[in-house]
């Protein structure tokens, strides 16, 4: 008797793009219709997030808006004019050229990048997980669709042989 390949061991020959013979196909449209494959992405991901992920996350949004340029650019214009019109001399707390300004920007990008690119990451990974499902939802589709035009051939060609009954019944009549 042969032995029946398991639903994991055709799964795994069909992502190994190896061959199937009809039987285990058969095996896995019985699988894939039998079972839903498609999964919520955006759940899934939200149930494996950190704390420090939701933070990368809500740093990029907020960092990436015009909100945060417009803002940003508001206090490098009031940091300029503070220290170079409204204090003067003695008094000014970075004069020109800047270097405590410098000194903010860097740490400030040095800090904001790796956050960024955390969230960037995450994205990159949730995107990956989304192909791979429309991957497997394509498969299933296509399988069914396959598995559909079969059964009409079946039909159509039943259909023929009782046509072709039929036809020779009225004319032994």
């Known amino acids: 008797m042969e032995k029946r390949k398991t639903k994991k061991e055709i799964v795994e020959m069909l ?11 058969e095996e896995l449209l019985d699988l894939l219709v039998d079972q839903p494959i498609s999964i919520d992405v955006d759940k899934q991901e939200e149930a494996k997030m950190t704390k420090g992920d939701r933070i990368a996350d809500k740093v990029s949004e907020i960092a990436g808006s015009w909100g945060f340029i ?62 791979q499902n429309d991957y497997r ?10 598995e559909l035009h079969d059964k009409m051939d079946e039909i159509l060609k ?13 004319e032994k009549k």
């Open 137 to 146: 939802t394509d498969l299933k589709s296509e399988l069914i669709l396959e």
């Open 15 to 25: 992502l190994r793009n190896n061959a199937l013979d009809s039987k285990d196909e």
């Open 70 to 131: 417009i803002c940003f650019s508001g206090f490098l214009i009031f940091w300029i004019v503070l220290n170079s019109v409204i204090l003067s001399g003695d008094k000014q707390i970075d004069p020109y050229p800047f270097i405590l300004l410098n000194l903010l920007l860097s740490c400030l990008a040095a800090l904001q990048a790796p956050v960024i690119m955390m969230s960037q990451n995450r994205q990159a990974a949730k995107d990956s997980l989304r192909n």
């Open 158 to 170: 039943n259909q023929r042989k009782l046509m072709k009954n039929m036809e020779d019944n009225n």
